[in-house]
């Protein structure tokens, strides 16, 4: 497709289950970003991929996040044994390049991932 | 370290009348700044960016954006506001660096049309 795709792009989920949530970014783009998006809150950095570079696995809030980038392009964020406070709108983007200064991210529609 | 202030969680105007979105980085390195605007149950979309090429930015849908070193300042205009404008704007700052984590956002500021 032209643009970020993710998928579900609605989830609802038990507490205590194990959800994954899946991004095909732009073909070509080597870099690809996670990020949560809380009611009212901003965006919250998660992770991030560049080619075949090491993860920035920073911005993960526990060791029940995980994500990996198979073959430089689609990308799974995994979430176990969910809790409550894991609701929140999940955002991929992915952007042409990463070490330029031109570098923008372009954005998928999200995942809304509720845990009840 | 790099970090995005945007100086106004909420902003409202009438239809019509000037918009103005304030937001203020602090970069140690050369920053490209970007605007992206969320409209409800949307995805961020890109509004304008400055890469160093000029310090006036235009976008689209008629915003604009004004890089001010010396204010360490990136502030979206409109100079006149439609009710489609209504959406949440963010901020966000990138350097050139060998540094994994790129963008960093500011919190976002809601703005509110009002016919």
């Known amino acids: 497709g032209a643009g970020v795709s993710q998928s579900p792009s609605n989830k609802v989920t038990e507490k205590g289950k194990d959800v994954e949530l899946r991004c095909d970014p732009i073909?070509?783009?080597?870099?690809l970003y996670w990020y949560r998006q809380s009611l009212g809150q901003g965006l919250e950095f998660l992770i991030y991929?560049?080619?075949?570079?090491?993860?920035?696995k920073s911005g993960l809030p526990s060791d029940r996040f995980s994500a990996e980038r198979t073959g430089g392009s689609v990308s799974t964020l995994t979430i176990q044994r969910t809790q409550q406070e894991d609701s929140a709108v999940y955002l991929c983007?992915?952007?042409?390049?990463?070490?330029?200064?031109?570098?923008?991210?372009?954005f998928g529609q999200g995942t809304r991932l509720t845990v009840v | 370290a790099q970090s995005v202030t945007q100086l106004d969680s909420h902003v409202s105007v009438s239809e019509g009348t000037p918009v103005l979105l304030r937001c203020n980085y602090s970069?140690?390195?050369?920053?490209?700044l970007f605007w992206y605007v969320q409209h409800p149950n949307k995805g961020l979309q890109l509004l304008l960016k400055?890469?160093?090429?000029?310090?006036l930015v235009k976008g689209i849908n008629g915003f604009e954006a004004e890089f001010k070193k010396s204010e360490t300042s990136f502030h979206l205009t409109k100079p006149s506001a439609h009710m489609s404008d209504a959406a949440e704007y963010f901020c966000?700052?990138?350097?050139?660096?060998?540094?994994?984590?790129?963008?960093?956002f500011g919190s976002g500021t809601q703005l509110t049309v009002l016919p």
């Open positions: 983007a992915s952007s042409p390049r990463s070490f330029g200064v031109w570098t923008e991210a372009f």
């Open positions: 073909s070509g783009h080597t870099a």
């Open positions: 991929f560049q080619g075949n570079s090491a993860p920035d």
């Open positions: 970069s140690s390195y050369s920053p490209s």
């Open positions: 400055y890469t160093s090429a000029a310090t």
């Open positions: 966000v700052v990138s350097f050139s660096s060998g540094s994994a984590r790129q963008l960093t």
